[in-house]
Each structure stands twice: as structure tokens, then as C-alpha cells.
């Protein structure tokens, strides 16, 4: 795979001094002329390599542009692979590829096993589970219009399920949780807005380009603004949900309720995302306490039955139909 290969010539120049075209070609088995071609591809991405002719000549790369090895100590090229490692399973990339083979390259041989050992101390993977399947590629359309400056035209989903045409300018993509999003001047509102890629439909690049604008980060954290809204609510919880509840609240937040039950101070804003956390965890838990709480997710639990109740009557009246036609 010729990014493969160009990968592997940069990251041997910058190990070695230097090495001539009929010395790297019959390391990748092509020909001169592949290797000269696949130089001028790298000398476009921006990493300066020249070439010095005669006996003893070659390719190498920029003395100034090399970076000593030294710099970084085994906790700092540790910390760099793990956080180039993560990125990569989230998203794909030729760049990630070639930052990592980068990275590696600056790791001195002595010290390649502590290097190799602390990096697979943590693994960071935030892919999910399942997902969006349209996700990756929206990223890479994404990432394209920020490399490129160019405005992206999209449809947008409101928390309802009403769309609107949008043309915006992506200036920051954001991972926030397990949930991307698009920092862009949305020119149908004249501002900033923060898109969730998961109510974005049909992105793509438009032929012109803009002139990236000042901006502010999209504030993601609002703990003034929730604070006030937060109260806790008391659940008894199956054991068999434990580690589940545990994704929400502290260890120190469950006690034991006998028979395989722990009662659990929950976090709790009353509104529908919340609610739905409760219902998700189905009969293994039970809302104890506050009573207008349990009586609220005891209505939405009749709501759900409702509509169960009339999918199957309405299943049963069509089976009845056709045992009646002749």
C-alpha cells in the first residue's frame, strides 16, 4: 500500500542519515522511479527531504526538521501513544497513521520495551459499542471541511424530529462523552452553533472556501446552570445492574438492601433524559423515593404498556381479518 510505504520511508529517514533510491527500493521491492515519485508525495505533505547526488549520496531529511530523540523521555512518548492510540479507533485517518509511525520512530531501541509496556498500561478506545453506522464517514466528510476550509451544506434534526437545510462553516470538531459534534458558523443564524453529528443527514462539502472567523470553545460543562435542578432520588437496584448504576453515581452512593438488592442515592434532573436512565435499567430497579418522582416514572410505564396493548390489538384484529377472508 503505497501510504503504507511512504509511512515506513519517513520514518527511515529520520532514523538514519541517509540512504539512496536503489537502497530503498530494493528494501520495498520497487522501482528508482517509484521511489522518486513517492519522495515528491512526501516533500508535498511538508516534510523536507532532499536529495544529494554522486558517491555516497541519497535521500535525507532536513537536519533542522529531525527532532532529538532525547527530548522526549519514556513517560512523554508513553502518554503520546496512548492518546494517538484512542484517537485512532475512534477515527481513520492517514494522518493518525503517520503521526503514530512518527512517534514511534523517536523511540530509541534501549528503551523500546518500557515505551511498548507503559503504553498498553491504559488503553483508550472511544468507539462505541454500536452506533451511528453513518458516524466515521460523517467525520471524515467533517474533517475534509476543516482541512479545507470549504462550508458544509447538511440536513439537521432538532430534538423533535424537524429539519432544516443548513450551509455552515466548521471551524472545531468536539468529542464530548461518547457523542461528536461540529463547532460551525451556521450562516441561516448568523452565529455559532454546536451541531450533534448524530442529527446530521447527507453532509457535504461545498466547491467554495471561507475565511476561518474568531471564535469563542463551545461551553460543554454547565454545572452552575444543572446544580440547582439536581436532586437525588432513591432506587433499589438487582445486583445484576450494579456496575450499570455505578456508571452514574459513587460507590459510596449504595448500601445493601439484603437478597441481592442495594439501595442507591441517584442523581437525578427530572426531565426526559433522565427518566429514560430509569425506565433503561427495566425491572431490576424501583424507583423508592421521592413520591412524585416514583409516580411520575409509574405513569410513563403505563403510557409505555398502552401503546404495547393497542400495536397488539391492532396485530390481533389484522390476524382475525385474514382468518375470516374465504
Request: net charge neutral.
Amino acid at each position: 500500500m503505497k501510504i503504507g510505504r511512504l509511512v515506513s520511508i519517513i520514518m527511515l529517514l529520520l532514523d538514519k542519515n541517509r540512504l539512496s533510491a536503489q537502497e530503498l527500493a530494493r528494501l520495498f521491492e520497487v522501482s528508482v522511479r517509484t521511489i522518486y515519485r513517492d519522495v515528491d508525495a512526501i516533500n508535498e505533505a511538508g516534510i523536507p527531504v532532499y536529495a544529494t547526488p554522486g558517491v555516497g549520496g541519497g535521500f535525507e531529511i532536513m537536519e533542522k526538521y529531525k527532532v532529538d530523540k532525547k527530548v522526549f523521555s519514556a513517560d512523554d512518548l508513553s502518554a503520546i501513544l496512548q492518546g494517538l492510540s484512542g484517537l485512532s479507533n475512534a477515527m481513520s485517518g492517514d494522518a493518525l497513521a503517520g503521526a503514530l509511525a512518527k512517534v514511534k520512530s523517536f523511540i530509541p531501541a534501549e528503551s523500546a520495551q518500557e515505551i511498548e509496556l507503559k503504553a498498553s498500561q491504559i488503553y483508550i478506545d472511544l468507539s462505541p459499542w454500536m452506533g451511528n453506522e453513518n458516524a466515521r464517514a460523517y467525520l471524515e466528510i467533517v474533517k475534509t471541511a476543516l482541512r479545507e476550509s470549504k462550508p458544509l451544506s447538511f440536513d439537521y434534526a432538532d430534538r423533535y424530529g424537524n429539519k432544516t437545510a443548513r450551509v455552515a462553516e466548521p471551524h472545531q470538531l468536539v468529542l464530548k462523552g461518547n457523542h461528536w459534534y461540529v463547532q460551525a458558523y451556521c450562516r441561516a443564524r448568523a452565529d455559532f452553533r454546536l451541531f450533534k453529528l448524530s442529527r446530521m443527514s447527507n453532509p457535504r462539502t461545498t466547491d467554495e472556501r471561507f475565511t476561518p472567523r474568531e471564535f469563542q470553545k463551545p461551553r460543554l460543562d454547565f454545572p452552575d446552570a444543572v446544580a440547582p435542578q439536581r436532586t437525588s432520588v432513591t432506587l433499589r437496584v438487582h445486583e445484576s445492574i450494579r456496575e450499570r448504576v455505578l456508571e452514574y453515581c459513587a460507590e459510596e452512593r449504595l448500601s445493601p438492601d439484603g437478597n441481592g438488592h442495594y439501595l442507591a442515592s441517584f442523581p437525578f434532573i427530572e426531565n426526559d433524559y433522565h427518566y429514560d436512565i430509569l425506565l433503561g435499567f427495566g425491572n431490576k430497579c424501583e424507583c423508592v423515593a421521592p413520591p412524585r418522582i416514583r409516580a411520575e416514572v409509574k405513569r410513563r410505564i403505563r403510557e409505555l404498556a398502552t401503546l404495547y396493548e393497542i400495536e397488539l390489538t391492532a396485530n390481533r384484529a389484522v390476524v382475525l381479518e385474514a382468518e375470516a377472508a374465504p
